[in-house]
């Protein structure tokens, strides 16, 4: 199974980027994905994730109101965006499946979009 | 939230050498504990699940022991591909979280 995320992004503040996560068949149906990013000289971060089959979300209560998770039935693509950028989001966003939002395991992932926030 | 402590940032070593990561949670988390390795402009991968299942196709070098609240991810014989950086993250509950990693490079 392999994520596909879409390109590199350089943003101004208070923007908003979009990037994209293209899924399989099978992963879109049974799986969730999630979004976790990694800010340069930091540590790994969950941010939220989807379930599309039942378009259920969870979101971390450190991006609640900035980050919007949705999907796209008719291209399997889950999609993450995140809104009033600032320099503090200059990181790399990964997605990553995992098998629900018990016990959250990640597993595979996507090879990452550089969001680069500056003025 | 179950906070996650990787005591080094950083070590130095060489081919060969035998490499131990330890990771530390506020809070007993049982088994549910997973070592990730991540290379730049790489896709981060999972070494190890439930503190000490090696994923399939993972090199037997790679192991991992603990439970509880004390964790511990050790490469017994270091190769030139290991270079990276290494990641603990608990999976007991919402929300899922990482230590800060500790990267691995050439002495």
């Known amino acids: 199974e392999q994520l596909v995320q879409s390109g590199a992004e350089v943003k101004k503040p208070g923007s908003s980027v979009n990037i994209s996560c293209k899924t399989s068949g099978d992963t879109f149906s049974h799986y969730v994905i999630n979004w976790v990013r990694q800010a340069p000289g930091q540590g790994l971060e969950w941010m939220g994730g989807?379930?599309?089959?039942?378009?259920?979300?969870k979101y971390a209560q450190n991006f609640q109101g900035r980050v919007t998770i949705s999907a796209d039935k008719s291209t399997n693509t889950v999609y993450m965006e995140l809104s009033d950028l600032r320099s503090a989001d200059t990181a790399i966003y990964y997605c990553?499946?995992?098998?629900?939002?018990?016990?959250?395991?990640?597993?595979?992932w996507g090879q990452g979009t550089l969001v680069t926030v500056s003025s | 939230d179950i906070q996650m402590t990787q005591s080094l940032s950083s070590l130095s070593a060489s081919v060969g050498d035998r490499v131990t990561i330890s990771c530390q949670a506020t809070q007993d988390i049982s088994n549910y504990l997973n070592w990730y390795q991540l290379k730049p402009g790489q896709a981060p991968k999972l070494l190890i699940s439930d503190a000490s299942n090696l994923e399939a196709g993972v090199p037997s070098r790679f192991s991992g022991s603990g439970s509880g609240t004390d964790f511990t991810f050790t490469i017994s014989s270091l190769q030139p591909e290991d270079f990276a950086t290494y990641f603990c993250q608990q999976y007991d509950s919402l929300p899922p979280t990482f230590g800060g990693g500790t990267k691995v490079e050439s002495k």
């Open positions: 990553a499946r995992s098998t629900g939002f018990q016990r959250i395991l990640f597993d595979p």
């Open positions: 989807i379930l599309p089959s039942f378009n259920t979300k």
